[in-house]
Every structure is written in structure tokens, then in C-alpha cells.
């Protein structure tokens, strides 16, 4: 039930706003997956991404379905072999995809390939100025 609850929430997002929590959950991935205190938390984040990336489907527009599709099945390959050494390759390629998508809702103009990893209190900021609700759950799933 807890997984529905999400969805009926998620799916009265706009577009921008359901690729915004896709960029939400890589951006804790990326956060988490350095720590191995965190794994059942970062292997549940990359199915959530990869459940929510179902869910935004029908209303992304086409030209972005061809990437969505690629991440999707990147976070499914991550999720089944979790945890992986090295853990900063899956931490380096979240934060890529989290910036990639914003780039790709129209959040973040242009991404510097230097960026750094931004604290959880400023992105929290960065998305909340540009409108973006956020939903802060992680859904367990079978």
C-alpha cells in the first residue's frame, strides 16, 4: 500500500517535477552509497529511481525517453549487484545522472564537469527554489 501512496502522489507531478525526484533519489544515492552503514538504504533508492522512472514515462516528452530508458536499466543492473566495490563509481555516476536530469527537466542550466557534490541542506534549497516538490519516502518493494 505504501508503494501506491507514492504513486498517486507522483503521478499528479508535473514532468519536471516527477525528473526532479528521480534527481532527488540519485543525488541520496550518490550521498549514501560511499558508506556501507547505508546499503539497504542506497539498494532500495536505486529501485525507487527505477520504479519512479516507470511511473514518469507517459508524460516526459519523446525526445528523453531514449535516456530515461538507458538509466533505468543502469539503476536495475546497480540495484541487483549492490553492494560493488568500488562504491565511488556508483556515488560519481549518480551525481552525473541526478545533474544530467535536471539539466533534462529544465532545473539546472548547463552542468560543469568539475561540479562538486552538493551538501543535502543546499540542493534541498536549489530544488525548492525552482519549484520542485519533492516527495522524501522510500518505498520497499518486492
Not at 96 to 103: A, E, P
Not at 112 to 132: A, F, K, P, T, W
Request: with cysteine; net charge negative; proline share 4%.
Amino acid at each position: 500500500m505504501e508503494r501506491q501512496s507514492l504513486y498517486e502522489r507522483f503521478k499528479l507531478l508535473s514532468w519536471q517535477q516527477q525528473i526532479g525526484n528521480i534527481a532527488s533519489t540519485l543525488a541520496s544515492i550518490s550521498r549514501y552509497a560511499d558508506s556501507p552503514a547505508y546499503d539497504e538504504l542506497t539498494k532500495l533508492s536505486l529501485r525507487e529511481a527505477a520504479l519512479a522512472i516507470d511511473w514518469c514515462v507517459p508524460n516526459v516528452p519523446q525526445q528523453f525517453l531514449l535516456d530515461l530508458a538507458m538509466m533505468h536499466r543502469e539503476l536495475l543492473a546497480w540495484w541487483q549487484v549492490f553492494p560493488v566495490e568500488p562504491r565511488s563509481l556508483l556515488s560519481l555516476h549518480t551525481r552525473h545522472q541526478s545533474d544530467r536530469l535536471l539539466v533534462m527537466a529544465g532545473l539546472m542550466i548547463g552542468v560543469d564537469c568539475d561540479l562538486q557534490s552538493i551538501d543535502g541542506l543546499s540542493e534541498s534549497n536549489r530544488l525548492d527554489s525552482l519549484g520542485v516538490s519533492v516527495i522524501k519516502e522510500t518505498v520497499v518493494s518486492a
